[in-house]
């Protein structure tokens, strides 16, 4: 035991918030972690100068308010107008996540079921691959003149993103077998059942993790298009009123609202991964 | 191949063959091997790598099918897992998503029974990761994490021990420490071990008795008792007995290997 202590005291050093990434891609490499207060200060001080120095200059240079309005403006116009923007914000949330949950169920089902069966997997890869690389929205206006101008044709187009996404991603996962814990499962007699939930499951657990985040941003993205496209509510349809009528300190407002939802989406998986998956450094 | 033949061994392996069917063609792995452990005897297989020792204890624990021959425990057959067989992987082969506690669990939720918590705790003090129960795989030495492989093995209570090649992944004094260990506990409490290794040291310390398997197809070709007493210390390690025998085993392993020339590069891989 004593020759094991300095390892392991080195390790649980090592737990600074870095090597809890959710996986070794990228976008995970570094998120939100503690901070220390001189971090957060440094962060305030770098946003006070960048904001003010947008403000500064397009003071300065007078530029035109239907080309860029100032942040101070934009933030006016996200407080005055938010009553107003909210039911629309309510809308867009309501098809992201129904379109979302339809998608991922849908998306997670079929890619545990066609792991399974690797024949199976690839007479659909095609066509799973075909719905990844199609852009949803370009059924948007096929889907309206199909179910109308209300929900439906949204949420069909933000589940037909979401769910291939989440699909890929987990069976990405799935397919990652480690046949010696299958093995170790075995040796206990575990069942086929067994050895999906307690080691094919946790094994796969931070792609689905990383699939449900894009799938999300997707299906966000997918959604406020759809909005753009037609009908009378929505983010989208916000973006396209406020540009027509040349109000863009609520146009850019609706903007800051969007960033804020992807940036949501993105801090509610870190959270999930970090809470969920952070033993894969 | 006389031990064990007065009364029923505790396992034993009679004319085990075993044929992987590949893509480049049909590969013997084990053939008529045939070899009997007593109960609460350590029995050590060495033998030139790629010869079939993994092989052979996979069969024994009843996780791979023999091609022909049989597994016998307590006189019979072994036709799958077996709750009476325990299994220590190489490296330890914990899950890394459940701390220690949630991975010593983990057979017991299997198999749907309630684990013997005072024989678990007991376990854990003596191989000394009392107290890490809340620790995840990653935060702990490749030691530590064989030490909790080995508790989980025995938290089942197995009458036969199969462990593959355990420790080779561990730095020379860890696997030291870790052969002292295993001994202790046998001392503890017997059990019937049947270990694969390619140390022939950690062979002779840690066995009543070490089979050198030929190398592929596997078969047994020599045994060896080691009648040392117990507990060893590393000291025998530097006698002129263990000398002597480290060194026969060693022939007997090169020399099975220079005898076979004319195998084809692919047969000497893995």
Redesign the interface.
Same mark, same amino acid.
């Given at each position: 035991?004593s020759?094991?202590a300095i390892?392991?005291f080195h390790? @649980?050093k090592a737990?600074d918030g870095r090597d809890v990434s959710l996986t070794n891609l990228s976008a995970f490499s570094g998120g939100p972690g503690v901070k220390s207060g001189r971090e957060v200060a440094a962060i305030v001080v770098v946003a006070v100068i960048v904001i003010g120095g947008l403000e500064f200059a397009l003071r300065f240079f007078e530029v035109p308010q239907y080309i860029m309005p100032p942040p101070s403006l934009i933030a006016w116009a996200l407080f005055d107008e938010f009553p107003l923007i909210a039911p629309h914000l309510g809308y867009t949330l309501v098809e992201l996540l129904s379109g979302f949950a339809i998608g991922a169920v849908v998306g997670l089902i079929l890619a545990a079921v066609v792991t399974q069966f690797p024949f199976a997997e690839k007479i659909v890869a095609p066509y799973i691959l075909l719905l990844v690389t199609t852009p949803m929205l370009a059924l948007v206006p096929l889907l309206i003149l199909r179910f109308g101008f209300g929900y439906t044709p949204r949420i069909i187009a933000v589940a037909l993103a979401a769910g291939p996404m989440v699909m890929i991603n987990a069976a990405t996962g799935f397919r990652r077998v480690d046949s #010696?814990?299958i093995? =170790? #499962?075995?040796?206990?007699? #575990?069942s086929t059942l067994?050895i999906f939930w307690?080691?094919r499951a946790?094994?796969a =657990?931070p792609m689905i993790l990383v699939g449900l985040m894009i799938g999300a941003i997707f299906g966000l993205l997918t959604a406020v298009g759809a909005e753009m496209v037609g009908g009378g509510f929505g983010l989208g349809n916000r973006l396209t009123t406020y540009s027509s009528m040349i109000q863009m300190p609520q146009f850019f407002a609706v903007v800051l609202i969007l960033s804020i939802l992807g940036i949501l989406i993105y801090v509610l998986f870190f959270l999930i991964g970090k809470k969920? @998956?952070s033993?894969? #450094? | 191949m006389n031990t064990g033949d007065a009364k029923t061994p505790k396992l034993g392996v009679r004319e085990a063959t075993k044929i992987y069917h590949t893509a480049s063609g049909d590969l013997l792995a084990l053939d008529r091997c045939t070899l009997h452990v007593a109960a609460n005897e350590i029995v050590s297989v060495v033998g030139p790598s790629g010869c079939g020792k993994t092989t052979l204890l996979?069969s024994m624990?009843?996780?791979h099918g023999l091609s022909d021959g049989e597994i016998l425990l307590d006189g019979k057959p072994v036709t799958?897992?077996h709750?009476d %067989?325990g299994?220590v992987?190489?490296?330890a082969?914990l899950?890394?998503?459940r701390n220690l506690d949630a991975n010593i669990n983990?057979?017991f939720? %299997?198999?749907g029974e309630k684990p013997d918590r005072a024989w678990i705790a007991h376990l854990l003090d003596r191989v000394?990761?009392d107290g890490f129960g809340g620790?995840?795989?990653?935060?702990?030495?490749g030691?530590?994490q064989q030490r909790a492989a080995i508790v989980r093995a025995l938290s089942?209570k197995p009458s036969v021990l199969l462990m593959d090649e355990p420790f080779g992944a561990l730095d020379s004094?860890?696997r030291d420490?870790m052969n002292r260990l295993v001994e202790e506990i046998w001392l503890d409490a017997p059990t019937t071990i049947v270990f694969i290794t390619h140390s022939i040291e950690e062979a002779i310390f840690l066995s009543d008795r070490v089979i050198v398997l030929s190398p592929r197809p596997g078969r047994v070709a020599k045994e060896y008792p080691v009648p040392f007493p117990r507990p060893r210390s590393m000291e025998i390690m530097a006698t002129r007995e263990v000398f002597d025998l480290t060194n026969a085993i060693k022939m007997d392993i090169v020399g099975g290997r220079a005898g076979t020339k004319a195998r084809r590069p692919a047969e000497t891989a893995a």
């Amino acid at each position: 035991m004593s020759s094991d202590a300095i390892p392991e005291f080195h390790k @649980a050093k090592a737990g600074d918030g870095r090597d809890v990434s959710l996986t070794n891609l990228s976008a995970f490499s570094g998120g939100p972690g503690v901070k220390s207060g001189r971090e957060v200060a440094a962060i305030v001080v770098v946003a006070v100068i960048v904001i003010g120095g947008l403000e500064f200059a397009l003071r300065f240079f007078e530029v035109p308010q239907y080309i860029m309005p100032p942040p101070s403006l934009i933030a006016w116009a996200l407080f005055d107008e938010f009553p107003l923007i909210a039911p629309h914000l309510g809308y867009t949330l309501v098809e992201l996540l129904s379109g979302f949950a339809i998608g991922a169920v849908v998306g997670l089902i079929l890619a545990a079921v066609v792991t399974q069966f690797p024949f199976a997997e690839k007479i659909v890869a095609p066509y799973i691959l075909l719905l990844v690389t199609t852009p949803m929205l370009a059924l948007v206006p096929l889907l309206i003149l199909r179910f109308g101008f209300g929900y439906t044709p949204r949420i069909i187009a933000v589940a037909l993103a979401a769910g291939p996404m989440v699909m890929i991603n987990a069976a990405t996962g799935f397919r990652r077998v480690d046949s #010696a814990k299958i093995a =170790l #499962a075995r040796s206990y007699g #575990a069942s086929t059942l067994q050895i999906f939930w307690k080691i094919r499951a946790p094994m796969a =657990l931070p792609m689905i993790l990383v699939g449900l985040m894009i799938g999300a941003i997707f299906g966000l993205l997918t959604a406020v298009g759809a909005e753009m496209v037609g009908g009378g509510f929505g983010l989208g349809n916000r973006l396209t009123t406020y540009s027509s009528m040349i109000q863009m300190p609520q146009f850019f407002a609706v903007v800051l609202i969007l960033s804020i939802l992807g940036i949501l989406i993105y801090v509610l998986f870190f959270l999930i991964g970090k809470k969920w @998956a952070s033993w894969e #450094a | 191949m006389n031990t064990g033949d007065a009364k029923t061994p505790k396992l034993g392996v009679r004319e085990a063959t075993k044929i992987y069917h590949t893509a480049s063609g049909d590969l013997l792995a084990l053939d008529r091997c045939t070899l009997h452990v007593a109960a609460n005897e350590i029995v050590s297989v060495v033998g030139p790598s790629g010869c079939g020792k993994t092989t052979l204890l996979w069969s024994m624990s009843g996780l791979h099918g023999l091609s022909d021959g049989e597994i016998l425990l307590d006189g019979k057959p072994v036709t799958g897992p077996h709750p009476d %067989i325990g299994l220590v992987f190489q490296e330890a082969n914990l899950l890394p998503w459940r701390n220690l506690d949630a991975n010593i669990n983990f057979p017991f939720e %299997i198999k749907g029974e309630k684990p013997d918590r005072a024989w678990i705790a007991h376990l854990l003090d003596r191989v000394g990761l009392d107290g890490f129960g809340g620790k995840f795989p990653r935060e702990l030495s490749g030691g530590m994490q064989q030490r909790a492989a080995i508790v989980r093995a025995l938290s089942l209570k197995p009458s036969v021990l199969l462990m593959d090649e355990p420790f080779g992944a561990l730095d020379s004094f860890t696997r030291d420490e870790m052969n002292r260990l295993v001994e202790e506990i046998w001392l503890d409490a017997p059990t019937t071990i049947v270990f694969i290794t390619h140390s022939i040291e950690e062979a002779i310390f840690l066995s009543d008795r070490v089979i050198v398997l030929s190398p592929r197809p596997g078969r047994v070709a020599k045994e060896y008792p080691v009648p040392f007493p117990r507990p060893r210390s590393m000291e025998i390690m530097a006698t002129r007995e263990v000398f002597d025998l480290t060194n026969a085993i060693k022939m007997d392993i090169v020399g099975g290997r220079a005898g076979t020339k004319a195998r084809r590069p692919a047969e000497t891989a893995a």
